[in-house]
């Protein structure tokens, strides 16, 4: 074996190999070594997976970095004996579901059968649902835990372990670390419990399904508006995904009767044939329904990701062309819409609240405070939405919220993002604008108009591997050692590290602390503030290996006509402020 692996990728491997491990995934390491991959094996062995914002994620493979029986048996068995010690008087209960990615319905019976081991009673999907349904479902059957496996919008080779606590909302601080702490303390596959108790098992499925989708039904405002634009043109993609299970469901619940299914996407299927990334963000991933929109001249295109967590929407503008919204226009839409129909239904009492992340545009900011509506800011993260909504349940009532990476929530029967219902919510929101003669573009010119045109722009830098992220801690250090005297003209007046948990004033010097709590800890994110209104954001992913980079710009829209050339400067002021920062 060479000598050019760390001491401690070589110890990992050397315990796979002399454990209680299969002799398939043996020989796949042994033939790793043979053919000397040792980047690969660096990777595969340099660490152990870990919860970040969004559970465990990684690539399919043997090792101790990538997502495998083992890997996925070791976090269930931690987590299992996490929830014995959380709850040592009780019958513990756990739902289970799982997305369309390749060996998801494996993992997700494996992790059955190890709960069930554990002597806890599992509630397990008989097949694939969204990620939104497994956080109702938690609620709906009073459980004291969830998880469903799937690896979001991620290339096909990833797949994920998404935990969730009793709320329905993904686990957050102390028991993400200390479910991490215990599956830590598993040291060997022998500790794992694989042997799984039928009775203890239980499938669900349609009963479920019609409760999650009652939910989504109440969350409607205008059912008048909905009947006289039921036969509004809808393409829907669930992109190889689990929407097609309940998209289209919702949408007839609330009275859409003209929804055009794009057929060669709707099979479910882990490969993802027909995209490169299965990812709505992605303009490829969105073209088979745009050109099918574009065929039968349709007034809306939606489509999800594989666990039909978020959404992306495709409108006509005032030239007739079709564009994509991106995550920021749609969330303000959403928010725009629920809080104009909220206060003509007389039902905006002093006592409602918005909740999105830091950074998400703050277009969404301004819009609440018109309508005298709290708007919380937390980290990146819907756990941490949830959060939000927890700590305020009987004072304050939680209307909609979003983050910019295409994920919303209507209501708060779901604590987590989900396109189930934010695909009913942008259908009425698209019908009640052409009710009144306008199409979706229209809608969203006018909320630009009466609040500014915010622009945001994102570059997301892939550092893949043990080099990679010590490659993204280093940038963030730097960022914050060698902060710039100016950028793209405008002085930075304000730095918000949520590291340090500190706002300093870069004017005066006056440091204030940052205030924990309502979805806000430490975390590892930076934000300057420009003397102009501009705003740039760093984060390292915690789903990722990727450091992403925000920035905001905004200007007044004087008029409809004026759209594209306002979208033209911002968009240079943007590229200008990226180039400034060395991230082009």
Not at 3 to 11: M, V
Not at 41 to 52: N, W
Not at 231 to 243: A, C, E, M, W
Request: charged share 20%; proline share 3%.
């Amino acid at each position: 074996m060479s000598t050019g692996l760390d001491a401690l990728t070589q110890t990992n491997i050397d315990a796979w190999l002399s454990g209680n491990y299969d002799e398939e995934t043996k020989a796949k390491i042994r033939q790793l070594i043979d053919e000397g991959k040792e980047t690969e094996l660096t990777d595969s062995f340099y660490k152990a997976l870990e919860f970040g914002t969004g559970g465990m994620r990684g690539e399919m493979g043997v090792g101790s970095n990538r997502m495998n029986k083992y890997t996925v048996g070791a976090a269930t068995q931690g987590f299992s004996n996490y929830l014995k010690k959380s709850f040592p008087d009780k019958e513990i209960k756990v739902a289970i579901a799982h997305d369309s990615r390749n060996n998801s319905p494996f993992f997700a019976r494996t992790c059955a059968d190890i709960f069930s081991a554990n002597g806890i009673k599992v509630y397990l999907f008989s097949a694939l649902r969204p990620t939104p349904e497994l956080s109702f479902a938690v609620r709906y059957l009073g459980c004291d835990a969830g998880l469903v496996i799937t690896a979001s919008h991620n290339p096909r080779e990833y797949n994920g372990y998404k935990a969730y606590w009793g709320d329905g909302s993904q686990v957050v601080a102390p028991h993400d670390k200390n479910i991490v702490t215990e599956v830590n303390n598993i040291t060997s596959v022998d500790d794992i419990n694989f042997a799984g108790n039928e009775a203890l098992i239980t499938l669900i499925d349609e009963e479920i399904d019609t409760e999650y989708l009652k939910t989504i039904q109440k969350n409607s405002i205008n059912p008048a508006v909905i009947e006289r634009q039921k036969d509004l043109k809808i393409v829907y993609s669930s992109i190889h995904g689990t929407g097609i299970t309940l998209v289209p469901k919702a949408l007839a619940l609330l009275g859409f009767e003209n929804v055009n299914v794009v057929e060669a996407q709707a099979e479910p299927n882990g490969d993802f044939p027909t995209v490169v990334y299965p990812n709505p963000e992605e303009t490829e991933a969105m073209n088979l329904a745009v050109n099918l929109a574009k065929e039968i001249d349709a007034d809306l295109v939606i489509a999800t990701d594989p666990d039909a967590d978020r959404v992306g929407a495709a409108v006509k503008n005032a030239a007739g062309d079709w564009v994509l919204l991106n995550g920021n226009q749609m969330a303000s839409l959403i928010i725009y819409y629920l809080l104009d129909a909220w206060e003509k239904a007389g039902k905006l009492t002093g006592k409602e609240f918005v909740a999105k992340t830091i950074v998400t545009t703050d277009i969404i900011d301004k819009i609440c405070a018109s309508k005298g509506v709290n708007c919380y800011n937390t980290l990146t993260g819907f756990k941490y939405i949830a959060a939000v909504i927890r700590e305020l349940e009987g004072q304050e009532q939680f209307i909609g919220g979003g983050e910019e990476s295409y994920g919303y929530l209507i209501g708060d029967a779901v604590r987590d993002k989900d396109a189930v219902a934010s695909c009913a919510m942008i259908a009425e929101l698209t019908a009640y604008a052409k009710d009144n003669g306008k199409s979706l573009f229209d809608f969203l010119t006018e909320m630009y108009q009466t609040h500014n045109f915010y622009y945001e722009g994102l570059i997301s830098l892939t550092k893949k591997g043990k080099a990679g992220a010590e490659e993204i801690q280093q940038m963030m250090a730097n960022l914050r050692a060698n902060l710039p005297a100016s950028v793209a003209g405008s002085e930075p007046v304000q730095v918000l590290d949520y590291k340090a948990l500190t706002a300093t004033d870069l004017k005066t010097g006056d440091v204030t602390p940052i205030a924990v709590g309502l979805g806000v800890e430490a975390s590892n994110v930076i934000q300057l503030i420009l003397a102009d209104g501009s705003k740039v954001s760093a984060r390292p992913s915690g789903t990722e290996p990727k450091i992403k980079f925000y920035v905001s710009v905004n200007a007044p829209l004087t008029s409809p006509s004026a759209f594209y050339e306002t979208f033209e400067q911002m968009k240079a002021k943007v590229s200008a402020i990226q180039e400034d920062l060395g991230l082009k």
